[in-house]
């Protein structure tokens, strides 16, 4: 609540202007039916066209006085509401902009999604809602009330009863409705989560035929959702008829007590009826006010774990700017991701001098990506010390720090545009020279230039248009462009076919000259003419060295090279 008060208040003018109209709109409700009791009392009773003519106007002046007052507060009122979407949506993805990868591991990325999306439209309708009548129910509830008891006072308990009776009705109907519709939201949630699962795993369900069981999930989740709907409708559906019959039983009785008043009376009546209405009316509008705030509630709980969300990284007060040239000291690291008891890595103590080519070779789950994600701070070290040309990274400019690192992700991941644009992420300035040469030593400069469009062909969202290994090499090429001290190449040739890779590894090592490499791989082929190879196994170093030295001491890399050598011996 103190989050949408804390929006509301940056538009309290508008607020205001809109409050100031929503009053006069209910003022002008209220006011024509008593018009209507003068017509019939006084007009129709006496057969005065003048008198009819006289108030008729009146009630027209008002109806567009009314008329004007609600096209403003609808205006001021979506205007507003529309805005705070606006501002608590910027604002939160500005927020997850800031936050480390370890917030958005906790904070889970879907459930962002559907923060900044589906929780801001509750508060959005929220405040719509309470912008459109929230001054007005109570207004005309109580005005319609007075109202009634001045128009006609005996028949007013009678009124009042009626009113009560149907106001219970409605909070009963509230209480036993809301729960229902609360289970249809998560069935929603539950569907939307099968369809998305199967979305970002087609081509696994495909490949294992498994289309029959994924259809049958979805299907069980779609019935679900629409037997929920039924018994929610439902009970929705007994209501309306139970409010139309308390109203129809309460006309009778109030035309039963004044049956043996005077004709004059007839108008007062009428407009003590419509009154009547009007208080329904509002009190089921205040019903639907406390329905969208109590969802509005609890989705702008979830907005504020976002946006108190505390960055896991800190930038230091005085960042330190040393020229980096690619030393890297990794000193008695240790690192466990957020949640898990398990560390990913331990006690790492390793030296990689600037201009090295450095292998890191292991099982998976070995802990390779972990280590080398630690360098471009996507994760801070748990125990220990990394130093960047000895200064703790800790304590430099972050900014600096991944314009000197550049990282090909195990996964490639592309954007939509053309494959220029995409390359560019890398470097925004560099021609297209520069874009050629770059493409050419990740050798992507060939197949982009069969393609129909070349540098400019488009890529669907997250290159799907492209092959596994295509992607991995404009990632490839990407990262090149920007001319890195350190460049970390996290298994970013697996998709490669054994020539293809040997051609980019040739024109990686022509091209490195001074700067540092990184290369992740699973295959001892690949990393074997690094100057020294890290061999991993359970997070732990296992050796560090060249081919030949870990061939001589290291048990795992011996395994590890017989494994695959000795298939390829098989198959040859
Ligand atoms: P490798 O790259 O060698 O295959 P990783 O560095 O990806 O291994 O993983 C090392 C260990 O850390 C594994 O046990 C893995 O399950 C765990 N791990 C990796 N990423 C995360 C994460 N985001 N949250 C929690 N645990 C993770
Ligand atoms: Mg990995």
Redesign the pocket.
């Known amino acids: 609540m103190k989050l949408i008060l804390h929006y509301l208040y940056r538009h309290i003018a508008v607020f205001l202007f809109s409050t100031f109209f929503l009053t006069m709109e209910a003022i002008a409700d209220l006011l024509q039916p008593t018009f209507m009791s003068f017509i019939v009392d006084k007009g129709v009773a006496n057969a005065s066209i003048n008198t009819i003519l006289f108030y008729g106007a009146i009630m027209l002046g008002i109806a567009g006085i009314g008329a004007i007052s609600a096209v403003m507060r609808n205006n001021f009122a979506s205007r507003t509401s529309q805005t705070i979407g606006k501002e608590l949506r910027k604002d939160m993805y500005h927020k997850v902009q800031q936050l480390s990868?370890e917030n958005i591991?906790r904070l889970q990325p879907a459930s962002i999604i559907t923060r900044i999306t589906n929780d801001v439209t509750q508060v959005q309708e929220f405040v719509n809602s309470i912008m459109r009548m929230m001054i007005k129910a109570p207004i005309t509830c109580i005005g319609a009330i007075v109202l009634i008891i001045l128009q006609t006072p005996k028949q007013a308990p009678v009124i009042i009863a009626i009113t009560a009776v149907v106001a219970l009705l409605t909070f009963g109907n509230i209480k036993i409705g809301y729960p229902k519709f609360g289970t249809v939201q998560k069935r929603l949630d539950r569907l939307n989560g099968v369809a998305r699962e199967f979305l970002s795993s087609v081509r696994v369900v495909k490949a294992f035929n498994a289309e029959d069981r994924e259809t049958q999930k979805f299907d069980t989740a779609s019935l679900d959702l629409a037997s929920a709907n039924v018994a929610a409708l439902r009970v929705m559906a007994c209501f309306a008829p139970l409010v139309n019959l308390t109203v129809n039983f309460g006309i009778v009785i109030l035309l039963w007590i004044s049956r043996n008043h005077e004709a004059a009376h007839i108008g007062k009546l009428m407009a003590s009826i419509n009154y009547m209405t009007q208080v329904l009316f509002a009190v089921s509008m205040i019903f639907n006010i406390i329905n969208t705030a109590v969802r509005a509630m609890a989705s702008s709980e979830r907005i504020q774990e976002v946006l108190n969300e505390k960055p896991a990284q800190v930038q230091p007060a005085d960042p330190l700017a040393p020229e980096i040239r690619g030393d890297i000291r990794f000193e008695n690291v240790s690192f466990a991701?957020a949640?898990?008891g398990?560390a990913?890595l331990q006690n790492i103590n390793i030296h990689i001098r600037a201009g090295e080519t450095i292998g890191i070779i292991?099982?998976?789950?070995?802990?390779?990506?972990?280590?080398v994600n630690l360098i471009p701070r996507f994760y801070d070290v748990t125990e220990g010390r990394l130093l960047l040309d000895s200064c703790d990274v800790t304590q430099i400019d972050i900014k600096l720090i991944r314009s000197a690192v550049a990282v090909v992700p195990?996964k490639p991941l592309l954007f939509s545009g053309s494959i220029r644009d995409n390359l560019r992420w890398g470097n925004e300035t560099a021609d297209d020279a520069e874009i050629r040469e770059a493409a050419s030593i990740a050798c992507a400069d060939s197949f982009i230039r069969e393609t129909e469009h070349g540098y400019d062909t488009q890529l669907g969202q997250a290159g799907v248009n492209l092959s596994g290994g295509q992607k991995q090499r404009l990632s490839l090429a990407r990262a090149l462009l920007r001319k890195p001290r350190i460049l970390i190449l996290?298994d970013c040739t697996s998709a490669l076919d054994a020539q293809t890779e040997a051609a980019v590894l040739n024109g990686l090592h022509n091209m490195c000259g001074e700067m540092t490499v990184l290369l992740?791989s699973q295959r001892i082929y690949t990393v074997r003419r690094a100057d020294r190879i890290l061999c991993?196994a359970d997070?732990m170093v296992q050796g560090f060295g060249s081919h030949e030295e870990l061939m001589a001491s290291c048990k795992t890399y011996q395994a590890i090279y017989e494994s695959q050598i000795g298939s390829e011996d098989n198959v040859s």
Do not use: E
């Not at 292991?362 to 280590?371: F, V």
């Open positions: 990868l591991d991701y949640g898990t398990k990913a292991g099982p998976t789950g070995s802990g390779k990506t972990t280590l195990q996290d992740i991993l997070g």
